[in-house]
């Protein structure tokens, strides 16, 4: 099923896609979704929008820039939407991921970085790069389970250093020091909570090892 967003553009400045960002929608329903991505007074859209069920429909053509990431930055470059895939799961933020999502987010996955010659390092979160504005797609989502396919990346351990130089080089833009906190554990340390500590710094180590 195609339900085409009348929300996109040209990519400025001749970029192309090198990141693909995964979001939850956070709404009741696919359908409700569906509809405020393809609302043109909603002004927001995704390339694409993967129902619970698993069934992936295609919003906006690849090649155009969707409306889907907002400010923000990755590796201190900002647009992301001009250097970006914008991914949409139905979700409202407070479940687990459905096998059939997750296995046809696999398969989309598969397909994009194929086409874009995207790293599974440009596989991120819509919280990683909005830190301080966004949480999708949140602690319930199994990146660990994307990065055995090589569709993500998970780090091993390192020896604890400086944990915010280390994200840096990860890629996490600047701000306030909660906010990157808790983008970092809620991507690779779900059950962190409190105060930073050891284990965190050891895992950002490990980040920078993959930067």
């Given at each position: 099923?195609?339900?085409?967003?009348?929300?996109?553009?040209?990519?400025?400045?001749?970029?192309?896609?090198?990141?693909?960002?995964?979001?939850?929608t956070g709404m009741a329903s696919c359908a409700e979704a569906r509809a405020r991505l393809c609302d043109p007074v909603a002004e927001v859209s995704a390339h694409w929008l993967i129902s619970e069920m698993g069934e992936a429909e295609a919003l906006v053509p690849e090649a155009l820039r969707a409306w889907h990431a907002g400010a923000g930055e990755w590796f201190g470059q900002g647009d992301v939407n001009s250097r970006s895939i914008g991914v949409e799961l139905a979700n409202p933020g407070d479940r687990p991921f459905p096998e059939?999502?997750?296995?046809?987010l696999e398969g989309l996955l598969h397909g994009i970085m194929a086409r874009w010659d995207i790293a599974a390092r440009g596989v991120i979160?819509?919280?990683?790069?909005?830190p301080s504005r966004k949480g999708d797609p949140g602690r319930r989502f199994d990146w660990r389970r994307l990065a055995l396919q090589?569709?993500?990346v998970w780090p091993e351990p390192g020896t604890a250093g400086d944990f915010w130089a280390d994200?840096?080089?990860?890629?996490?833009?600047?701000?306030?020091?909660?906010?990157l906190l808790a983008a970092f554990r809620q991507r690779f340390r779900p059950w962190g909570f409190g105060p930073l500590g050891v284990a965190d710094c050891r895992v950002a180590a490990g980040l920078r090892a993959l930067a």
């Open positions: 099923m195609t339900a085409p967003s009348p929300n996109h553009g040209e990519r400025r400045g001749g970029l192309r896609p090198t990141l693909i960002v995964l979001h939850y059939a999502q997750m296995a046809a979160a819509h919280s990683d790069m909005a090589g569709l993500a994200l840096r080089a990860f890629g996490y833009p600047d701000g306030p020091q909660a906010d």
